[in-house]
């Protein structure tokens, strides 16, 4: 699953032969292109979802360049915006990077430079518009969090959960662990009548030793030596709702035999109780990996199993759905602690790479730790200095290319060059030693 390609840009350019050249260049490139004579007209069809970039000259008679990125930032801060200059303008083009623009050109510029830049912004205008999509996605929903996506597995088990839901037969949730088996039994018991009564999940291969039936079925004041006051266990508590076992293929046998009959008769028999109680209960059973092998092994008895498998519902892992793993990580990401800078991390194209290409044999569970590892900048994170050192290397880039460009056109004449680019003979110097240039090495002969 890749980011969808972006092809608008917004062109806004008083002059009409540079504008009408312009654009027609780049339609050739396969991009569509909205022209522009005033910046005023443009603004009243850009919004904060613009599915592409902005490209504006600087020098504009009614708002200008600066004043329109202004606008821009206050519609939508991550909306790229590429400001055409002349070369006197470097230095308010350079002012206008760090109050937000994208990038610059200055004229007379080869269109393969803008080009480049273009395809940069589109793909980060691209990776933010999805980044939205995502979020508004995971918080509309509605789902449990394992359950959201669009592919075909979780669709066809969604479409299960919501036949069945209603329905009154215990179900058996096979999957690996980590899918979200406990989600998919709150998602049936929210889907019918139920859902107004207890929910009680029961992991099974946590229950205590020695405290197993009591925990599960309950006992009666002085039932045994401490047994100081009646105790109410898990079936009991489900009594309307539903009961989940999770893991049921780790519940000592004696206790299996014992969950048969609450089963069969839905009854419970706490210990030291003269008579078994009536309980109205949906048993929800999960088991984690080869059910076959716990059968054969012994660890789940057979007549349990048969009985508890009326339906089956299996949870595919995260390698069988791939196209939701984006989805799943933004829901996740949303819920996640973040940095005290309190910004919002951004899936990038190498994150999502990571997303998809890793095998997640954690599952979902896996995923939530790369969340929050992700969310807390520990992993695959910019953080905002290396932001901004990518703001100063591309002025520096910039800068370097104006001084290269304006010295081999004038010959290495450093005068010429001065009064061009209007900058006093020292912070020429300094800027040409910064960037290693040397006004001999463009002189002709």
Not at 272 to 288: F, H, N, Y
Request: aromatic share 4%; with cysteine.
């Amino acid at each position: 699953m890749e980011f969808p390609r972006l092809e608008t840009v917004a062109l806004i350019e008083d002059d009409d032969d540079f504008r009408s050249a312009l654009a027609e260049r780049m339609e050739l490139e396969g991009l569509t292109v909205r022209a522009y004579r005033k910046a005023e007209t443009a603004l009243t069809d850009i919004d904060a979802d613009f599915p592409g970039v902005v490209v504006t000259d600087l020098r504009m008679p009614g708002l200008d360049g600066r004043q329109t990125l202004s606008r821009l930032q206050a519609l939508d801060p991550a909306l790229p915006v590429i400001l055409i200059t002349g070369h006197g303008d470097v230095a308010e083009a350079v002012a206008a990077m760090r109050g937000g623009a994208y990038d610059f050109v200055a004229k007379p510029f080869a269109f393969e430079r803008l080009s480049e830049s273009l395809t940069r912004a589109l793909e980060k205008r691209a990776l933010v518009l999805d980044n939205r999509r995502l979020t508004a996605l995971s918080s509309e929903a509605g789902l449990e969090l394992p359950l959201l996506g669009d592919s075909p597995a979780i669709r066809s088990l969604r479409a299960t959960i919501a036949q069945i839901a209603d329905a009154r037969m215990d179900v058996l949730i096979e999957g690996e662990t980590g899918v979200g088996k406990e989600a998919v039994a709150r998602a049936l018991h929210n889907g019918g009548r139920r859902r107004p009564h207890p929910f009680v999940a029961v992991n099974c291969g946590a229950l205590p030793d020695g405290l197993i039936e009591s925990e599960l079925f309950g006992h009666e004041l002085g039932a045994f030596a401490g047994a100081l006051r009646r105790r109410v266990g898990h079936v009991e508590r489900a009594h309307n709702g539903s009961l989940f076992l999770d893991a049921v293929e780790t519940m000592p046998t004696a206790a299996q035999v014992k969950m048969l009959r609450v089963l069969e008769e839905r009854e419970v028999h706490p210990i030291g109780a003269s008579e078994p109680r009536a309980v109205d209960i949906r048993v929800l059973a999960s088991a984690t990996g080869d059910l076959d092998h716990a059968l054969s092994d012994g660890q789940l008895r057979e007549d349990l199993y048969y009985r508890l498998n009326v339906v089956r519902l299996r949870v595919p892992p995260l390698r069988e759905r791939r196209d939701d793993i984006p989805l799943l990580f933004a829901s996740l990401l949303a819920r996640a602690p973040i940095k005290a800078d309190g910004e919002t991390p951004i899936i990038t194209d190498d994150v999502r790479s990571r997303l998809l290409e890793h095998a997640w044999p954690g599952n979902i569970r896996e995923l939530s730790h790369f969340a929050q590892r992700f969310a807390l900048g520990l992993e695959g994170r910019e953080t905002a200095g290396e932001q901004e050192r990518g703001l100063v290397d591309r002025v520096a880039q910039f800068e370097k290319r104006i001084l290269k460009d304006t010295l081999e056109a004038l010959g290495g004449n450093v005068n010429d060059a001065i009064l061009q680019l209007k900058l006093p003979r020292k912070t020429l110097y300094d800027k040409l030693k910064r960037h290693n240039l040397k006004p001999g090495d463009f002189r002709n002969g």
